[in-house]
């Protein structure tokens, strides 16, 4: 079995200075980069910046950013969270993503997935009745592109296209490519179907409530012949040098990203109840000192059968002072643990 890979994602989330006002976005952006070279300081093997659109998070051209730091860092491999393949061309993400498997030396990977927010839907002109069409057409053309051979296709949200070769080809031959799914039987069943690996966002309720889910996908696999295949999981959490340190430092940050997203989409605060519980043994956030992160990853890894762990280290507001140390314990306390305890698994 190839060894258990820890990953670090980022929404590129707006933090606050020094001087506890909102950084600027060009600001927060090179912070990222910064994040991600210690990140590959520390030996993490892999860092994923995600797609937004909107005031609350920097990084809307994912692959821009991850090319400077592929220019600063040399192991780390190079990935997003996620691409929103339904609003944006298939032929240029593969095009932008193989242009950065160039430039990284074959570090590049890409997941993709059709988001949890929607602001990119009326930005580039789509409708959201178009919501499952547009992801599973454009999935379907990329599915095509991965060969990395003559192009003949055909679908319903873009002109057909009928070219020898799309460029520029990988050097490996094939683009690492995941699907990312929150959680529906159809969205597993989909990435069996194309014969690609499964990353799960598992950002509320009990990880391993998730295991019919990954049941579901390796027997999808075993009909349609493909696998087996990487199973990851995506989840918030925060490393400081106590269990009370992290949960009090990221408390008022999470409450404030979770309220004002609660207004939007018409849910509650969360209440130090619901935190407490999702920050618990069984919660999703992967919160505390490193011994008690590492034995939660290593309980969910082996409960859902990972390949690989990536945990969502960016919240709300939180310092970027805060976040750099929380990547230094990740990666030089919680993941020789980790690796160490799950090297002999079969």
């Known amino acids: 079995m190839e060894p258990f890979e820890l990953g670090l994602d980022t929404f590129g989330d707006v933090t606050v200075g020094a001087d506890g006002q909102p950084r600027h976005h060009a600001a927060v952006i090179r912070d990222v980069v910064e994040e991600a070279v210690l990140a590959d300081e520390v030996g993490l093997d892999f860092i994923g910046v995600g797609e937004h659109h909107r005031a609350d998070f920097a990084i809307s051209a994912p692959e821009i950013v991850l090319a400077a730091i592929a220019s600063r860092t040399f192991r780390i491999r190079l990935g997003t969270a996620v691409t929103v393949l339904s609003t944006d061309d298939p032929v240029r993400v593969y095009e932008r993503f193989a242009t950065l498997d160039a430039v990284s030396n074959g570090r590049a990977e890409v997941i993709l997935g059709r988001g949890s927010f929607t602001e990119s839907f009326p930005l580039f002109g789509y409708s959201l009745e178009d919501y499952e069409l547009l992801f599973e057409d454009r999935l379907d053309l990329f599915s095509v ?202």
């Open 145 to 346: 592109l991965l060969d990395e051979g003559p192009v003949r296709w055909s679908g319903e949200t873009r002109a057909p296209v009928d070219v020898p070769r799309v460029f520029p080809p990988t050097e490996a031959g094939r683009l690492r490519t995941w699907i990312g799914v929150g959680g529906s039987h159809q969205s597993v069943i989909r990435a069996a179907r194309y014969g690609l690996p499964l990353m799960l966002a598992i950002i509320g309720g009990e990880p391993l409530r998730f295991a019919p889910l990954v049941d579901l996908y390796h027997r999808a696999c075993d009909q349609v012949g493909v696998g087996p295949l990487p199973v990851g999981a995506h989840c918030p959490g925060y490393v400081a040098a106590t269990d009370d340190e992290a949960r009090e430092e990221l408390w008022p940050h999470y409450l404030a990203m979770f309220s004002r997203i609660g207004r939007e989409r018409g849910w509650p605060p969360p209440t130090r109840e619901q935190y407490e519980h999702a920050t618990g043994p069984d919660g999703a956030m992967f919160v505390g000192s490193p011994a008690t992160v590492a034995t939660k990853i290593i309980k969910v890894a082996e409960g859902l059968g990972l390949s690989r762990f990536d945990m969502k280290y960016s919240a709300g507001a939180l310092p970027h002072d805060k976040l750099m140390a929380c990547i230094e314990r990740y990666g030089r306390e919680v993941a020789p643990v980790v690796r160490e305890a799950l090297a002999g698994r079969p």
